[in-house]
């Protein structure tokens, strides 16, 4: 078979693995010819492309980013974007997509893959939200990152006994600021699926100083928001999905905490260095898997499903189950954060 592949949305540390598998089993298994569309929708639109051979898939699998580039393109917002793809699809010869990518670049699949596309999906995101798998690959990373971030925070906090605030990427979804939270023993832990007031916060600080604790870790999601501020935008400007760039909120709550209590308060932004660089190897072992699975689930024509991990099985469901709406943290995994916001 000839058969597509696309990285799109925010790059994230495993997808060079993904590629690599889905060529690897695609070749070798199969004697499939793999194309690479380069910068995700974007690619496909303009035809530009690579023939992925056995050799450019060597030596990727522990490299962060990903080969064929990626873009925040929404065919959408192209004069015939869709149909245009389905007419370079065509002129491309290709049999099959395999669309790696987020809520966002997954959407664009599900409408193709109801225009006659055949598509199979893989989930991608640091964020962690989409529905209908137990986990996306880039995750695990990102929460690696962060956690180092805080350990390292934690020494320089407690000798100049300040609050350090960190902020951490999860736009709808709080996912990487519960886990690192969690994992690297945050005081406060700031996610966008609840409301918080300064005072929530201030009360947790107090406790902790008549405990005689000289300094305080506060974990913050980006798309967390004060009642009093509400969420903050770097700019109003939105991407092609609609999306703004956050950012913010970890200095205006450094700043807040110390006007109202004199706690000295710096803010630390880890932003983009969670989703770049190397992948853990649970990163490279799941989007291995991924892979592997895409490309048999392109074998056995099963289009319109992605992979998904549950439990410890990749199974195949519905694009439509993963992408129609937000995965947001539960409430038994924050709860157990809030069990130390003493
Ligand atoms: O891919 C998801 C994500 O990393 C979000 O956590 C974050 O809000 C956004 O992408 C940042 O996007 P960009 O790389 O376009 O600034």
Redesign the pocket.
């Known amino acids: 078979m000839k058969i597509g592949v696309l990285t799109g949305?925010?790059?994230?540390p495993g997808l060079n693995a993904v590629i690599r598998a889905i060529g690897r089993k695609g070749i070798v298994q199969y004697g499939d010819e793999i194309i690479g569309i380069k910068n995700g929708w974007a690619g496909l639109m303009k035809l530009n492309y690579i023939i992925l051979e056995r050799k450019a898939l060597s030596g990727i699998l522990h490299l962060g980013g990903t080969i064929l580039g990626s873009s925040?393109t929404n065919p959408e917002k192209e004069e015939g974007g869709y149909t245009l793809i389905i007419e370079n699809f065509k002129k491309l010869g290709l049999d099959a997509l395999i669309v790696i990518g987020?809520n966002d670049t997954l959407g664009v699949a599900q409408k193709l893959h109801e225009m006659g596309i055949p598509i199979v999906g893989v989930p991608k995101?640091?964020?962690n939200d989409i529905c209908a798998t137990d986990m996306t690959f880039g995750f695990d990373t990102a929460v690696s990152v962060a956690t180092e971030a805080i350990d390292r925070l934690h020494s320089t906090a407690e000798s100049h006994h300040r609050c350090m605030v960190v902020e951490v990427?999860?736009?709808h979804a709080g996912w990487?600021a519960t886990y690192s939270g969690i994992a690297g023993g945050a005081d406060f832990i700031l996610i966008p699926e609840e409301q918080y007031t300064l005072d929530d916060i201030i009360t947790v600080l107090q406790r902790r100083i008549e405990k005689g604790k000289s300094f305080s870790i506060i974990v913050a999601a980006?798309?967390a928001k004060l009642k009093e501020t509400g969420i903050i935008a770097q700019s109003k400007e939105m991407?092609d999905f609609g999306?703004v760039?956050?950012g913010g909120i970890g200095d205006g709550l450094a700043r807040a905490i110390e006007k109202r209590t004199g706690i000295e308060s710096r803010a630390v932004v880890l932003g983009?260095v969670?989703?770049g660089g190397t992948p853990t190897a649970f990163d490279r072992v799941l989007g291995t898997k991924y892979g592997v699975a895409a490309i048999e689930l392109v074998h056995e024509g099963k289009f319109g499903m992605m992979t998904s991990l549950q439990g410890t099985k990749i199974k195949p469901v519905p694009i439509l189950d993963g992408v129609k709406e937000s995965k947001i943290v539960d409430k038994e995994t924050y709860e157990v954060a809030k069990t130390f916001f003493e």
């Not at 949305?9 to 994230?12: A, F, K, S, W």
């Open positions: 949305g925010g790059d994230c925040r987020g995101t640091i964020d990427m999860g736009r990487i980006e798309g991407d999306n760039r956050l983009h969670q989703r």
